[in-house]
Protein backbone atom coordinates (compact mmCIF):
# COMPACT_ATOMS: atom_id res chain seq x y z
CA UNK A 1 0.00 0.00 0.00
CA UNK A 2 1.23 3.52 -0.75
CA UNK A 3 1.93 5.37 2.15
CA UNK A 4 0.28 8.56 3.06
CA UNK A 5 3.10 10.40 4.97
CA UNK A 6 6.56 9.99 3.57
CA UNK A 7 9.45 11.96 4.81
CA UNK A 8 12.86 11.22 3.71
CA UNK A 9 16.17 13.08 5.26
CA UNK A 10 14.51 15.66 7.43
CA UNK A 11 16.25 18.27 9.08
CA UNK A 12 15.68 21.05 11.08
CA UNK A 13 16.86 24.02 13.18
CA UNK A 14 15.88 27.01 15.47
CA UNK A 15 18.38 29.92 15.52
CA UNK A 16 21.09 27.63 14.18
CA UNK A 17 20.58 24.75 16.98
CA UNK A 18 19.71 21.58 15.05
CA UNK A 19 16.54 19.76 16.62
CA UNK A 20 16.07 16.82 13.92
CA UNK A 21 18.41 15.46 11.61
CA UNK A 22 17.99 13.28 8.94
CA UNK A 23 14.41 11.90 10.02
CA UNK A 24 13.05 9.17 7.55
CA UNK A 25 9.29 8.22 8.01
CA UNK A 26 6.62 6.99 6.52
CA UNK A 27 3.40 5.28 7.89
CA UNK A 28 0.23 3.60 5.55
CA UNK A 29 -3.66 3.73 5.61
CA UNK A 30 -5.17 3.09 9.32
CA UNK A 31 -1.77 2.42 11.04
CA UNK A 32 -1.05 3.99 14.48
CA UNK A 33 2.31 5.14 14.82
CA UNK A 34 3.82 6.26 18.67
CA UNK A 35 6.60 9.17 18.81
CA UNK A 36 8.25 8.60 22.20
CA UNK A 37 11.68 10.56 23.29
CA UNK A 38 12.91 12.58 26.54
CA UNK A 39 11.87 15.97 26.28
CA UNK A 40 13.53 18.31 23.78
CA UNK A 41 13.74 14.97 21.65
CA UNK A 42 12.31 16.86 19.04
CA UNK A 43 8.95 15.39 18.72
CA UNK A 44 6.85 18.27 18.40
CA UNK A 45 8.82 20.33 16.17
CA UNK A 46 8.87 16.61 13.74
CA UNK A 47 5.08 16.66 14.13
CA UNK A 48 4.60 20.37 13.29
CA UNK A 49 6.79 19.11 9.86
CA UNK A 50 4.47 16.28 9.36
CA UNK A 51 1.45 18.63 9.21
CA UNK A 52 2.74 21.53 7.68
CA UNK A 53 2.95 23.86 10.09
CA UNK A 54 6.60 24.24 9.98
CA UNK A 55 8.62 23.75 6.81
CA UNK A 56 11.59 21.46 6.91
CA UNK A 57 15.55 23.18 6.57
CA UNK A 58 16.53 19.98 4.66
CA UNK A 59 14.74 16.90 3.29
CA UNK A 60 11.47 16.39 2.24
CA UNK A 61 8.26 15.62 3.43
CA UNK A 62 5.78 14.33 1.44
CA UNK A 63 1.73 13.55 1.78
CA UNK A 64 0.30 11.06 -0.81
CA UNK A 65 2.98 11.94 -2.39
CA UNK A 66 2.51 15.56 -2.53
CA UNK A 67 5.09 18.15 -1.23
CA UNK A 68 3.94 19.69 1.77
CA UNK A 69 5.42 22.69 1.60
CA UNK A 70 4.20 23.51 -2.23
CA UNK A 71 0.47 22.75 -1.37
CA UNK A 72 -1.86 24.88 -0.40
CA UNK A 73 -2.54 25.09 2.84
CA UNK A 74 -6.52 24.86 2.94
CA UNK A 75 -5.61 21.55 1.13
CA UNK A 76 -3.49 20.33 3.47
CA UNK A 77 -6.07 20.89 6.16
CA UNK A 78 -8.51 18.29 4.18
CA UNK A 79 -6.13 15.78 4.44
CA UNK A 80 -3.99 16.47 7.83
CA UNK A 81 -5.89 17.09 11.26
CA UNK A 82 -3.46 18.11 13.95
CA UNK A 83 -4.26 18.35 17.31
CA UNK A 84 -1.52 20.12 19.33
CA UNK A 85 -0.57 19.55 23.16
CA UNK A 86 -1.98 21.94 24.78
CA UNK A 87 -4.66 24.03 22.95
CA UNK A 88 -5.46 27.63 23.34
CA UNK A 89 -9.06 28.92 23.41
CA UNK A 90 -8.28 32.96 23.58
CA UNK A 91 -12.01 33.49 23.49
CA UNK A 92 -14.78 31.70 25.49
CA UNK A 93 -16.31 30.06 22.21
CA UNK A 94 -18.56 27.26 22.88
CA UNK A 95 -17.86 23.39 22.19
CA UNK A 96 -19.73 23.34 19.22
CA UNK A 97 -18.21 26.50 18.04
CA UNK A 98 -14.53 24.83 18.46
CA UNK A 99 -15.39 21.52 16.71
CA UNK A 100 -17.20 23.75 13.76
CA UNK A 101 -13.89 25.10 13.01
CA UNK A 102 -12.48 21.90 11.95
CA UNK A 103 -14.88 22.68 8.88
CA UNK A 104 -12.78 25.91 8.21
CA UNK A 105 -11.26 24.65 4.95
CA UNK A 106 -14.22 23.75 3.12
CA UNK A 107 -15.95 27.17 3.66
CA UNK A 108 -15.68 30.45 1.88
CA UNK A 109 -13.94 33.27 3.13
CA UNK A 110 -17.72 34.74 3.71
CA UNK A 111 -19.49 32.02 4.38
CA UNK A 112 -20.94 30.23 7.50
CA UNK A 113 -21.21 26.87 8.13
CA UNK A 114 -24.30 25.12 6.20
CA UNK A 115 -26.77 22.43 7.52
CA UNK A 116 -24.54 19.54 6.06
CA UNK A 117 -21.34 20.68 8.15
CA UNK A 118 -23.45 21.08 11.02
CA UNK A 119 -24.40 17.22 10.86
CA UNK A 120 -21.08 16.27 10.44
CA UNK A 121 -19.91 18.22 13.50
CA UNK A 122 -22.91 16.66 15.60
CA UNK A 123 -21.66 13.19 14.40
CA UNK A 124 -18.02 13.61 15.57
CA UNK A 125 -19.31 15.23 19.27
CA UNK A 126 -21.28 11.62 19.13
CA UNK A 127 -17.92 10.17 18.14
CA UNK A 128 -16.29 11.21 20.73
CA UNK A 129 -18.77 11.16 23.26
CA UNK A 130 -19.35 14.95 24.26
CA UNK A 131 -22.76 15.40 22.28
CA UNK A 132 -23.88 16.65 25.92
CA UNK A 133 -21.51 19.32 26.12
CA UNK A 134 -22.45 21.01 23.06
CA UNK A 135 -23.32 24.47 24.11
CA UNK A 136 -20.66 24.49 27.03
CA UNK A 137 -18.39 27.01 26.72
CA UNK A 138 -14.64 25.36 26.01
CA UNK A 139 -13.00 26.93 29.04
CA UNK A 140 -15.66 25.85 31.38
CA UNK A 141 -15.53 22.05 30.52
CA UNK A 142 -12.69 19.81 32.21
CA UNK A 143 -9.51 19.11 30.61
CA UNK A 144 -10.05 15.80 29.38
CA UNK A 145 -13.25 17.22 27.59
CA UNK A 146 -11.13 19.92 26.28
CA UNK A 147 -8.99 17.26 24.42
CA UNK A 148 -11.83 15.74 23.46
CA UNK A 149 -13.67 18.55 21.95
CA UNK A 150 -10.21 19.64 19.54
CA UNK A 151 -9.81 15.32 18.74
CA UNK A 152 -13.78 16.17 17.32
CA UNK A 153 -12.69 18.96 15.64
CA UNK A 154 -9.76 17.18 14.01
CA UNK A 155 -12.58 14.42 12.73
CA UNK A 156 -14.50 17.02 10.85
CA UNK A 157 -12.00 17.79 8.90
CA UNK A 158 -12.31 14.63 7.57
CA UNK A 159 -8.84 13.63 7.41
CA UNK A 160 -6.72 11.38 6.09
CA UNK A 161 -4.34 11.27 9.20
CA UNK A 162 -4.55 12.87 12.97
CA UNK A 163 -1.20 14.05 14.56
CA UNK A 164 -1.66 14.82 18.10
CA UNK A 165 1.21 15.91 20.70
CA UNK A 166 0.90 14.30 23.46
CA UNK A 167 -3.00 13.72 24.06
CA UNK A 168 -2.88 12.51 27.02
CA UNK A 169 0.02 13.79 28.78
CA UNK A 170 -2.56 15.97 31.27
CA UNK A 171 -5.23 13.71 31.63
CA UNK A 172 -6.46 11.30 34.23
CA UNK A 173 -6.40 7.35 33.92
CA UNK A 174 -9.61 7.36 32.78
CA UNK A 175 -9.64 10.07 30.17
CA UNK A 176 -6.35 9.18 29.39
CA UNK A 177 -7.95 5.68 28.50
CA UNK A 178 -10.85 7.08 26.60
CA UNK A 179 -8.84 9.33 24.49
CA UNK A 180 -6.68 6.31 23.18
CA UNK A 181 -9.49 4.03 22.82
CA UNK A 182 -11.19 6.80 21.07
CA UNK A 183 -8.17 7.02 18.58
CA UNK A 184 -8.14 3.46 17.96
CA UNK A 185 -11.64 3.59 17.35
CA UNK A 186 -10.39 6.70 14.36
CA UNK A 187 -8.12 4.32 12.96
CA UNK A 188 -10.16 0.65 12.73
CA UNK A 189 -13.35 2.07 12.20
CA UNK A 190 -12.78 5.17 9.91
CA UNK A 191 -9.63 4.32 8.60
CA UNK A 192 -7.29 7.15 9.99
CA UNK A 193 -4.16 6.86 10.19
CA UNK A 194 -2.53 7.90 13.44
CA UNK A 195 0.51 9.82 14.73
CA UNK A 196 0.89 10.67 18.23
CA UNK A 197 3.70 11.35 20.78
CA UNK A 198 3.22 10.43 24.20
CA UNK A 199 5.56 10.25 26.83
CA UNK A 200 3.12 6.76 28.29
CA UNK A 201 5.03 3.91 27.80
CA UNK A 202 2.90 1.71 29.47
CA UNK A 203 -0.38 2.58 27.31
CA UNK A 204 1.82 3.08 23.72
CA UNK A 205 2.57 -1.24 24.32
CA UNK A 206 -1.52 -1.70 23.94
CA UNK A 207 -2.17 0.89 21.36
CA UNK A 208 0.65 1.46 18.78
CA UNK A 209 1.34 -0.50 16.07
CA UNK A 210 4.58 0.64 15.08
CA UNK A 211 6.64 2.86 17.94
CA UNK A 212 9.21 5.24 16.83
CA UNK A 213 12.27 6.44 19.59
CA UNK A 214 13.68 9.84 18.81
CA UNK A 215 16.93 11.01 21.11
CA UNK A 216 18.51 14.05 20.41
CA UNK A 217 16.89 14.96 16.87
CA UNK A 218 17.60 11.28 15.51
CA UNK A 219 16.15 8.19 15.16
CA UNK A 220 17.07 6.09 17.90
CA UNK A 221 15.08 3.20 17.41
CA UNK A 222 12.40 2.25 15.31
CA UNK A 223 9.82 -0.61 14.67
CA UNK A 224 7.15 -2.77 15.53
CA UNK A 225 5.48 -1.75 18.90
CA UNK A 226 6.71 -5.28 20.84
CA UNK A 227 10.37 -5.25 19.53
CA UNK A 228 11.14 -1.67 20.76
CA UNK A 229 9.92 -1.65 23.91
CA UNK A 230 12.84 -3.20 25.69
CA UNK A 231 15.12 -2.12 28.45
CA UNK A 232 17.99 -1.61 26.72
CA UNK A 233 16.56 0.93 24.41
CA UNK A 234 14.03 2.63 26.65
CA UNK A 235 17.22 3.10 28.98
CA UNK A 236 19.32 4.71 26.28
CA UNK A 237 16.58 6.99 25.14
CA UNK A 238 15.67 8.21 28.44
CA UNK A 239 19.26 8.24 29.87
CA UNK A 240 18.20 6.04 33.14
CA UNK A 241 18.02 2.39 33.75
CA UNK A 242 14.57 1.50 32.48
CA UNK A 243 13.34 -1.99 33.46
CA UNK A 244 10.72 -3.62 30.85
CA UNK A 245 9.80 -7.09 32.52
CA UNK A 246 7.22 -9.45 31.00
CA UNK A 247 5.27 -12.15 33.75
CA UNK A 248 2.25 -14.05 32.59
CA UNK A 249 1.60 -12.09 29.73
CA UNK A 250 1.51 -8.88 31.21
CA UNK A 251 3.87 -6.24 31.05
CA UNK A 252 5.49 -4.06 33.42
CA UNK A 253 8.09 -1.06 32.90
CA UNK A 254 9.14 0.93 35.48
CA UNK A 255 12.55 2.65 36.35
CA UNK A 256 15.10 0.97 38.76
CA UNK A 257 16.29 2.83 41.42
CA UNK B 1 -27.69 42.64 13.16
CA UNK B 2 -31.12 43.87 11.59
CA UNK B 3 -31.94 44.88 14.68
CA UNK B 4 -28.74 47.20 14.88
CA UNK B 5 -28.72 48.80 12.05
CA UNK B 6 -32.59 49.80 13.10
CA UNK B 7 -31.23 51.06 16.11
CA UNK B 8 -28.43 53.17 14.15
CA UNK B 9 -31.20 54.59 11.93
CA UNK B 10 -33.57 55.48 14.65
CA UNK B 11 -30.45 57.09 16.31
CA UNK B 12 -28.79 59.17 13.38
CA UNK B 13 -32.76 60.13 12.75
CA UNK B 14 -32.87 61.39 16.50
CA UNK B 15 -29.39 62.96 15.90
CA UNK B 16 -30.21 65.05 12.66
CA UNK B 17 -33.08 66.82 14.08
CA UNK B 18 -31.92 67.89 17.47
CA UNK B 19 -29.54 70.45 18.48
CA UNK B 20 -29.12 74.17 19.08
CA UNK B 21 -30.76 75.30 16.75
CA UNK B 22 -34.27 73.53 16.06
CA UNK B 23 -35.21 72.03 12.74
CA UNK B 24 -38.12 69.69 12.86
CA UNK B 25 -38.43 66.43 10.16
CA UNK B 26 -41.58 68.04 8.98
CA UNK B 27 -39.48 71.47 8.17
CA UNK B 28 -36.77 69.58 6.15
CA UNK B 29 -38.72 67.98 3.61
CA UNK B 30 -41.12 71.01 3.40
CA UNK B 31 -39.23 75.01 2.73
CA UNK B 32 -36.45 75.42 4.70
CA UNK B 33 -34.91 79.17 4.82
CA UNK B 34 -31.53 79.80 4.22
CA UNK B 35 -29.74 79.61 7.12
CA UNK B 36 -31.88 76.07 8.27
CA UNK B 37 -30.68 74.70 4.94
CA UNK B 38 -27.00 75.16 5.23
CA UNK B 39 -27.01 74.19 9.03
CA UNK B 40 -28.62 71.09 7.67
CA UNK B 41 -27.17 69.90 4.87
CA UNK B 42 -23.49 71.48 5.80
CA UNK B 43 -23.17 70.61 9.22
CA UNK B 44 -25.98 68.19 10.63
CA UNK B 45 -25.71 65.63 8.29
CA UNK B 46 -21.87 65.58 7.73
CA UNK B 47 -21.89 65.80 11.31
CA UNK B 48 -24.11 62.36 12.07
CA UNK B 49 -22.45 60.65 9.26
CA UNK B 50 -19.02 61.73 10.58
CA UNK B 51 -20.05 59.96 14.25
CA UNK B 52 -21.21 57.03 12.52
CA UNK B 53 -17.80 56.39 10.28
CA UNK B 54 -16.03 56.94 13.64
CA UNK B 55 -17.68 55.29 15.76
CA UNK B 56 -18.07 52.18 13.48
CA UNK B 57 -14.48 52.19 12.65
CA UNK B 58 -12.95 52.49 16.10
CA UNK B 59 -15.29 49.84 17.31
CA UNK B 60 -14.60 47.43 14.41
CA UNK B 61 -11.13 48.04 14.67
CA UNK B 62 -10.97 47.35 18.52
CA UNK B 63 -12.91 44.10 17.69
CA UNK B 64 -9.92 43.64 15.14
CA UNK B 65 -7.29 44.36 17.65
CA UNK B 66 -8.79 42.50 20.21
CA UNK B 67 -8.74 39.32 17.71
CA UNK B 68 -5.39 40.14 16.87
CA UNK B 69 -3.52 40.25 20.52
CA UNK B 70 -6.11 37.70 21.70
CA UNK B 71 -6.75 39.98 24.46
CA UNK B 72 -10.32 41.50 25.59
CA UNK B 73 -8.13 44.65 26.57
CA UNK B 74 -7.00 45.52 23.37
CA UNK B 75 -8.67 48.93 21.26
CA UNK B 76 -6.67 51.65 20.18
CA UNK B 77 -7.45 53.45 22.51
CA UNK B 78 -5.33 51.28 25.48
CA UNK B 79 -2.48 50.51 23.29
CA UNK B 80 -1.88 53.69 22.24
CA UNK B 81 -2.63 53.50 18.53
CA UNK B 82 -4.81 56.38 19.30
CA UNK B 83 -2.21 58.71 20.90
CA UNK B 84 0.07 57.81 18.34
CA UNK B 85 -2.31 58.96 15.43
CA UNK B 86 -2.95 62.01 16.92
CA UNK B 87 0.93 62.44 17.54
CA UNK B 88 1.24 61.85 13.85
CA UNK B 89 -2.02 64.19 12.60
CA UNK B 90 -0.87 67.17 14.88
CA UNK B 91 2.65 67.11 13.66
CA UNK B 92 1.46 67.13 10.29
CA UNK B 93 -0.73 70.09 10.90
CA UNK B 94 1.79 72.19 12.85
CA UNK B 95 4.16 71.14 10.30
CA UNK B 96 2.38 73.04 7.28
CA UNK B 97 1.78 69.38 5.89
CA UNK B 98 -1.54 69.88 5.97
CA UNK B 99 -1.71 69.83 1.82
CA UNK B 100 -3.50 67.13 -0.02
CA UNK B 101 -0.90 64.52 -2.03
CA UNK B 102 -3.04 63.04 -4.67
CA UNK B 103 -6.16 63.68 -2.85
CA UNK B 104 -5.19 61.74 -0.05
CA UNK B 105 -5.00 64.07 2.99
CA UNK B 106 -1.01 64.06 4.72
CA UNK B 107 -2.74 64.49 8.04
CA UNK B 108 -4.02 60.76 7.26
CA UNK B 109 -0.93 59.38 6.18
CA UNK B 110 1.06 61.06 9.22
CA UNK B 111 -1.54 59.32 11.44
CA UNK B 112 -1.76 56.11 9.63
CA UNK B 113 2.23 55.47 9.60
CA UNK B 114 2.29 56.35 13.48
CA UNK B 115 -0.45 54.14 14.39
CA UNK B 116 1.05 51.82 12.80
CA UNK B 117 4.50 52.13 14.08
CA UNK B 118 2.86 52.23 17.74
CA UNK B 119 1.04 48.86 17.14
CA UNK B 120 4.19 47.06 16.19
CA UNK B 121 6.00 48.59 19.40
CA UNK B 122 3.14 47.45 21.44
CA UNK B 123 3.13 43.94 19.67
CA UNK B 124 6.66 43.55 19.75
CA UNK B 125 7.25 44.71 23.63
CA UNK B 126 3.57 42.56 24.91
CA UNK B 127 4.65 39.37 22.91
CA UNK B 128 6.41 36.74 25.78
CA UNK B 129 7.32 33.52 24.09
CA UNK B 130 4.33 33.90 20.90
CA UNK B 131 2.16 34.68 23.70
CA UNK B 132 0.29 38.30 24.43
CA UNK B 133 1.00 39.12 28.28
CA UNK B 134 -1.84 41.20 29.47
CA UNK B 135 0.09 43.29 31.75
CA UNK B 136 2.79 44.19 29.64
CA UNK B 137 0.04 44.94 26.49
CA UNK B 138 -1.44 47.23 28.65
CA UNK B 139 2.01 48.75 30.18
CA UNK B 140 3.57 49.41 26.68
CA UNK B 141 -0.18 51.23 25.88
CA UNK B 142 0.56 53.58 28.66
CA UNK B 143 3.62 54.13 27.93
CA UNK B 144 3.41 54.98 24.74
CA UNK B 145 0.35 57.20 25.35
CA UNK B 146 2.67 58.71 28.07
CA UNK B 147 5.25 59.74 25.61
CA UNK B 148 2.98 60.66 22.78
CA UNK B 149 1.64 63.19 25.62
CA UNK B 150 4.95 64.27 26.34
CA UNK B 151 5.99 65.23 22.63
CA UNK B 152 2.34 67.04 22.39
CA UNK B 153 2.99 69.03 25.92
CA UNK B 154 6.19 69.72 24.19
CA UNK B 155 4.71 71.37 20.72
CA UNK B 156 1.78 72.69 23.32
CA UNK B 157 4.62 74.44 25.15
CA UNK B 158 6.02 76.60 22.03
CA UNK B 159 2.28 77.06 20.34
CA UNK B 160 0.35 80.32 20.89
CA UNK B 161 -2.58 80.81 22.57
CA UNK B 162 -4.85 80.36 19.78
CA UNK B 163 -2.85 77.43 18.10
CA UNK B 164 -2.56 75.69 21.82
CA UNK B 165 -5.99 76.10 22.39
CA UNK B 166 -7.05 74.88 19.39
CA UNK B 167 -5.18 71.57 19.59
CA UNK B 168 -6.60 71.77 23.26
CA UNK B 169 -9.73 70.85 21.56
CA UNK B 170 -8.97 68.54 19.40
CA UNK B 171 -7.58 66.17 21.76
CA UNK B 172 -10.53 66.08 24.06
CA UNK B 173 -12.21 64.76 20.63
CA UNK B 174 -14.87 66.79 18.78
CA UNK B 175 -16.96 65.57 15.71
CA UNK B 176 -16.69 69.33 14.29
CA UNK B 177 -16.96 68.79 10.93
CA UNK B 178 -18.67 71.34 8.21
CA UNK B 179 -19.21 69.84 4.82
CA UNK B 180 -19.01 66.69 2.99
CA UNK B 181 -15.01 67.15 2.02
CA UNK B 182 -13.52 66.02 5.12
CA UNK B 183 -16.20 63.07 5.00
CA UNK B 184 -15.12 61.62 1.36
CA UNK B 185 -11.56 62.43 2.81
CA UNK B 186 -12.03 59.84 5.57
CA UNK B 187 -14.06 57.67 3.72
CA UNK B 188 -11.00 56.89 1.12
CA UNK B 189 -8.86 55.11 4.31
CA UNK B 190 -12.06 53.73 5.92
CA UNK B 191 -13.53 51.90 3.21
CA UNK B 192 -10.56 49.48 2.63
CA UNK B 193 -9.74 49.57 6.03
CA UNK B 194 -12.91 47.81 7.29
CA UNK B 195 -13.29 45.60 3.75
CA UNK B 196 -9.89 44.13 4.93
CA UNK B 197 -10.71 43.42 8.58
CA UNK B 198 -14.47 42.14 7.56
CA UNK B 199 -12.36 39.48 5.04
CA UNK B 200 -10.72 38.17 7.80
CA UNK B 201 -13.44 37.48 10.46
CA UNK B 202 -13.35 33.04 9.84
CA UNK B 203 -9.47 33.57 9.98
CA UNK B 204 -9.58 35.67 13.46
CA UNK B 205 -11.74 33.04 15.03
CA UNK B 206 -9.14 29.92 13.94
CA UNK B 207 -6.47 32.23 15.23
CA UNK B 208 -8.08 32.11 18.77
CA UNK B 209 -7.34 28.10 18.88
CA UNK B 210 -3.22 29.46 18.61
CA UNK B 211 -0.88 30.24 15.93
CA UNK B 212 -0.08 26.13 14.53
CA UNK B 213 -3.59 25.33 15.25
CA UNK B 214 -4.69 28.46 13.03
CA UNK B 215 -2.01 27.43 10.77
CA UNK B 216 -3.21 23.91 10.33
CA UNK B 217 -6.33 25.02 9.44
CA UNK B 218 -5.00 26.69 6.46
CA UNK B 219 -4.70 30.10 7.88
CA UNK B 220 -1.34 32.44 6.78
CA UNK B 221 -0.95 33.75 9.88
CA UNK B 222 1.92 35.93 9.39
CA UNK B 223 0.12 37.25 6.69
CA UNK B 224 -3.13 37.69 8.58
CA UNK B 225 -1.41 39.78 11.43
CA UNK B 226 0.24 42.16 8.65
CA UNK B 227 -3.30 42.60 7.40
CA UNK B 228 -5.31 43.56 10.45
CA UNK B 229 -1.85 45.47 11.72
CA UNK B 230 -2.20 47.41 8.33
CA UNK B 231 -5.77 48.19 7.78
CA UNK B 232 -6.61 49.05 11.60
CA UNK B 233 -3.79 51.70 11.43
CA UNK B 234 -5.00 52.87 8.03
CA UNK B 235 -8.89 53.03 9.16
CA UNK B 236 -8.60 53.97 12.92
CA UNK B 237 -5.55 56.29 11.80
CA UNK B 238 -8.13 58.34 9.32
CA UNK B 239 -10.99 58.76 12.02
CA UNK B 240 -8.54 59.59 14.74
CA UNK B 241 -6.79 62.17 11.96
CA UNK B 242 -10.37 64.03 12.12
CA UNK B 243 -11.97 63.97 15.14
CA UNK B 244 -8.89 63.49 17.60
CA UNK B 245 -8.51 60.88 20.23
CA UNK B 246 -11.71 59.56 21.00
CA UNK B 247 -11.40 57.05 23.80
CA UNK B 248 -12.62 53.78 24.51
CA UNK B 249 -15.60 53.09 21.87
CA UNK B 250 -13.18 50.52 20.66
CA UNK B 251 -13.09 49.09 23.96
CA UNK B 252 -16.64 48.66 25.10
CA UNK B 253 -18.48 48.00 22.02
CA UNK B 254 -16.82 44.70 21.51
CA UNK B 255 -17.31 43.57 24.96
CA UNK B 256 -20.98 44.13 25.19
CA UNK B 257 -21.41 42.57 21.98
CA UNK B 258 -19.77 39.64 23.14
CA UNK B 259 -21.64 39.47 26.31
CA UNK B 260 -24.89 39.54 24.01
CA UNK B 261 -24.04 37.73 20.64
CA UNK B 262 -21.09 35.03 21.91
CA UNK B 263 -17.22 35.33 20.57
CA UNK B 264 -17.72 34.39 16.77
CA UNK B 265 -15.64 37.59 15.30
CA UNK B 266 -18.09 36.90 11.94
CA UNK B 267 -21.23 38.25 14.13
CA UNK B 268 -19.20 40.53 16.44
CA UNK B 269 -16.72 42.63 13.78
CA UNK B 270 -19.77 43.71 11.66
CA UNK B 271 -21.90 44.27 14.79
CA UNK B 272 -19.43 46.24 16.45
CA UNK B 273 -19.20 48.70 13.50
CA UNK B 274 -23.26 49.15 13.96
CA UNK B 275 -23.32 49.82 17.62
CA UNK B 276 -20.00 51.61 17.70
CA UNK B 277 -22.16 54.36 14.84
CA UNK B 278 -25.00 54.25 16.95
CA UNK B 279 -23.25 54.84 20.22
CA UNK B 280 -20.94 57.26 19.32
CA UNK B 281 -24.27 59.45 17.33
CA UNK B 282 -25.87 59.06 20.71
CA UNK B 283 -23.53 60.48 22.79
CA UNK B 284 -22.75 63.38 20.17
CA UNK B 285 -26.40 64.19 20.52
CA UNK B 286 -25.67 64.06 23.90
CA UNK B 287 -22.67 66.16 23.91
CA UNK B 288 -24.38 69.04 21.78
CA UNK B 289 -27.59 69.34 23.53
CA UNK B 290 -26.66 68.25 27.39
CA UNK B 291 -25.98 72.33 28.25
CA UNK B 292 -26.93 73.90 24.86
CA UNK B 293 -25.78 76.12 23.48
CA UNK B 294 -22.30 74.92 24.46
CA UNK B 295 -21.12 72.14 23.26
CA UNK B 296 -19.15 69.66 25.03
CA UNK B 297 -16.63 68.08 22.94
CA UNK B 298 -17.30 64.11 22.33
CA UNK B 299 -14.52 62.90 23.85
CA UNK B 300 -14.65 63.89 27.17
CA UNK B 301 -18.49 61.73 27.08
CA UNK B 302 -17.27 58.54 25.34
CA UNK B 303 -14.11 58.93 27.90
CA UNK B 304 -16.54 59.05 31.26
CA UNK B 305 -18.62 56.35 30.14
CA UNK B 306 -15.79 54.57 28.99
CA UNK B 307 -13.14 55.30 31.92
CA UNK B 308 -16.21 53.51 34.65
CA UNK B 309 -16.85 50.95 32.29
CA UNK B 310 -12.99 49.87 32.06
CA UNK B 311 -12.43 49.74 35.97
CA UNK B 312 -15.63 47.91 35.97
CA UNK B 313 -13.96 45.26 33.62
CA UNK B 314 -10.92 45.28 35.37
CA UNK B 315 -12.23 44.56 38.61
CA UNK B 316 -14.57 41.01 37.25
CA UNK B 317 -11.46 40.07 35.20
CA UNK B 318 -9.23 40.37 38.23
CA UNK B 319 -8.57 36.45 38.06
CA UNK B 320 -7.07 36.58 34.85
CA UNK B 321 -4.47 39.32 34.73
CA UNK B 322 -1.54 38.19 34.78
CA UNK B 323 1.69 40.07 34.52
Known amino acids: MEAIINCTDIGFSYNGTSVLNGINLSIQPGNMLGILGANGAGKSTLLKILCGVLKPKSGKALFNDQELSKMDRREIAKGIAYIPQDPMFAFPFTVREVVLMGRAPYIGRFEFEREEDNEIAKNALKTVGISHLKDRLINEVSSGERQLASIARGLVQEPGIMILDEPATYLDVKHRTEVMNILRHLKENKGISIIAATHDIFSSLFYFDDIMILKDGNILAEGRTDQIINSEILSLAYGIEVVVKKENGRVFVFPNQ | ?323
Open chain 2, 1 to 323: MTLLFILWIITAFISIFSGTYSIGPLEAISNLDELSRTIFFQIRIPRVLMATIAGGTLALAGAALQALFRNSLASPFTLGISGGASLGALLAIRSGLAVGVLGFSMVSISAFVFSILTMLFVYTISKVGGVVATGRLLLAGVVANFLYASIVMFIQFFSTFTESLQTMRWIMGSLDVVGFDTVWKTLIFVIPGCAILLSLTKDMNLFGLGDDVASSLGVNVRRMEKKIYFATSLAAGAVISVTGPIGFVGLIIPHILRMLLGVDNRIILPSSFLLGATFLTAADTLSRTIISPVEIPVGIITASIGGVFFLWLLIRTKKEIII
